[in-house]
């Protein structure tokens, strides 16, 4: 008899009875955390390769075109396709001013102004 008087107290329950909250409850705040984390994680990620993408388009393209481009071309071969270039020009327009103006002491000026348009 003693022993179920001691089964039925509250004091004596052994520990197999007591179910564990840990056991029983999953860490769930900690894996919502981790999958916030995550996510925005993944969109920073994802926000910086399409920055990176616009900003080589914008540079390749050369809407916006520093000294240090990656995608500037040589000064020698732009100069050198310029020269190709100019053997396949027919025609050459340019204005020319001329000015004479004569001095009090016998002196000629004479100013020349070529311009290509």
Same mark, same amino acid.
């Given at each position: 008899m003693e022993d179920l008087?001691?089964?039925?107290?509250?004091?004596? !329950?052994?520990?197999?009875?007591?179910?564990?909250?840990?056991?029983?409850?999953?860490?769930?705040?900690?894996?919502?955390?981790?999958?916030?984390?995550?996510?925005? !994680?993944?969109?920073?990620?994802?926000?910086?390769?399409?920055?990176?993408?616009?900003?080589?388009?914008? !540079?390749y393209t050369r809407v916006?075109?520093?000294?240090?481009s990656p995608f500037r071309p040589n000064p020698e071969q732009v100069l050198m396709q310029m020269m190709q270039n100019m053997q396949n020009v027919k025609t050459v327009s340019s204005q020319t001013k001329m000015s004479l103006s004569f001095d009090d002491s016998k002196k000629i000026n004479i100013d020349f102004l070529i311009a290509y348009p």
């Open positions: 008087n001691n089964q039925s107290s509250p004091n004596n !329950l052994s520990q197999d009875n007591i179910p564990s909250q840990a056991s029983s409850t999953p860490p769930l705040p900690e894996k919502r955390k981790s999958t916030s984390v995550l996510k925005i !994680l993944v969109v920073v990620i994802v926000l910086l390769l399409v920055g990176v993408g616009a900003f080589g388009a914008v !540079l916006y075109d520093p000294a240090w």
